[in-house]
């Protein structure tokens, strides 16, 4: 079964960084892929980044473009999210999350719904 677990919350100042992690115990296929996604009170959850696990190929949404870096080690089975210039609007729970099956589609990839596995999620507060 896959488990994940995050790591990293924080309360940090506008313009500050956090970095977050993520424990995965899975099997990945090819073209597979985690995600990160956020939540905010009363808010639908939203993809922030995907990480392929074979290549590292990152992709972000246009929220966190240029600010956020998501990386993988694979010998560590983990996956982080580096979160440079905060601002208040990333306020939310964020989660790890993993697919049941590939990442091909990469649209796919950034919809919650495709995600069977998630993490506990951690709060993160930008004030």
């Known amino acids: 079964d896959v488990q994940l677990v995050e790591s990293g919350r924080g309360s940090v100042q506008a313009g500050g960084s956090l970095k977050l992690s993520c424990a995965a115990s899975?099997?990945?296929?090819?073209?597979?892929?985690l995600g990160w996604f956020r939540q905010a009170p009363g808010k639908e959850r939203e993809g922030v980044a995907i990480?392929?696990?074979?290549?590292?190929?990152?992709y972000y949404s246009d929220s966190v473009k240029g600010r956020f870096t998501i990386s993988r080690d694979n010998a560590k089975n983990s996956i982080y999210l580096q979160m440079d210039n905060l601002e208040p609007e990333d306020t939310a729970s964020y989660f790890c999350?993993?697919?049941?099956?590939?990442?091909?589609?990469?649209?796919?990839?950034?919809?919650?719904?495709?995600?069977?596995?998630w993490g506990q999620g951690t709060q993160v507060t930008v004030s």
């Open positions: 990480v392929y696990v074979d290549d590292g190929r990152a």
């Open positions: 899975l099997n990945p296929t090819s073209d597979y892929c």
């Open positions: 999350a993993a697919p049941g099956g590939s990442c091909r589609d990469r649209t796919l990839a950034f919809k919650a719904s495709y995600y069977n596995y």
